[in-house]
């Protein structure tokens, strides 16, 4: 196992509702990414958070935000939900971004479905 | 934008035989990453490449990074069934980003 939990595995919502994803990320890590991977698909890089801060982000809207907190852990947040974004949620955590060998430790991952 | 194509997008192999999939990216990679994923699971770092040429072994998997830092292999000699999953390549470009491509999906029939 990497050490890397998220919460819930498994979630419902209906259309227009916000859900909340959480995620624990390995010890000593202080670097989480969080990816969407829809059915079939490569993970898609939604953003990153580094030691609390938001240290970039991918095509995803505003409706999708963040937060890290003091022990490293991080939340995914998605605001009136939409049918698309029924996917597998991936937190990734790692070491600091700046370097160059950054092995990736992903959790089990949260299944969400859009009703 | 960045783009990171993966082919093929299946392949089925009969045990015993090598399979390969190919990584491309339209820009120049600081690193590349290579990932496993078995069905239902999430995915499962193997390797990253640095240097221009790199070429690595772990046992029957052979990885290569291009010379232009822009394409990359996974080879695998004598697939076993539990090589069964879906392989992705995961390309970096200096910043914090990692883009993935969409995944070779392996299958081995015993």
């Known amino acids: 196992e990497t050490g890397v939990t998220q919460s819930p595995t498994h979630l419902i919502k209906t259309r227009g509702q916000q859900v909340t994803l959480r995620c624990s990320s390995q010890s000593g890590h202080n670097t989480v990414s969080w990816y969407q991977q829809a059915l079939g698909q490569g993970p898609q890089f939604i953003f990153q958070y580094y030691r609390e801060e938001e240290n970039g982000r991918g095509n995803f809207p505003p409706r999708f935000s963040g937060l890290q907190f003091p022990n490293y852990s991080s939340e995914l947040n998605v605001n009136a939900l939409e049918l698309d974004d029924s996917a597998l949620y991936l937190c990734?955590?790692?070491?600091?971004?700046?370097?160059?060998?950054?092995?990736?430790?992903f959790g089990q991952g949260t299944r969400l479905t859009v009703v | 934008g960045q783009q990171v194509m993966q082919i093929p997008q299946y392949q089925h192999v009969q045990e015993g035989e090598d399979f390969t999939t190919y990584c491309n990216s339209s820009t120049t990679l600081s690193n590349i990453q290579w990932y496993k994923q078995r069905p239902g699971g999430h995915p499962v770092f193997l390797i990253q490449?640095?240097?221009?040429?790199e070429v690595k072994k772990q046992k029957r998997l052979t990885f290569q990074f291009g010379e232009a830092k822009k394409n990359s292999s996974l080879h695998i000699t004598a697939t076993q069934t539990t090589d069964v999953g879906t392989y992705f390549c995961?390309?970096?470009?200096?910043?914090?980003?990692?883009?993935f491509g969409a995944g070779t999906r392996l299958f081995v029939k015993a």
């Open positions: 490449l640095v240097k221009s040429g």
């Open positions: 990734a955590s790692s070491l600091t971004p700046t370097k160059v060998n950054t092995e990736a430790f």
């Open positions: 995961a390309g970096r470009t200096g910043g914090f980003k990692t883009i």
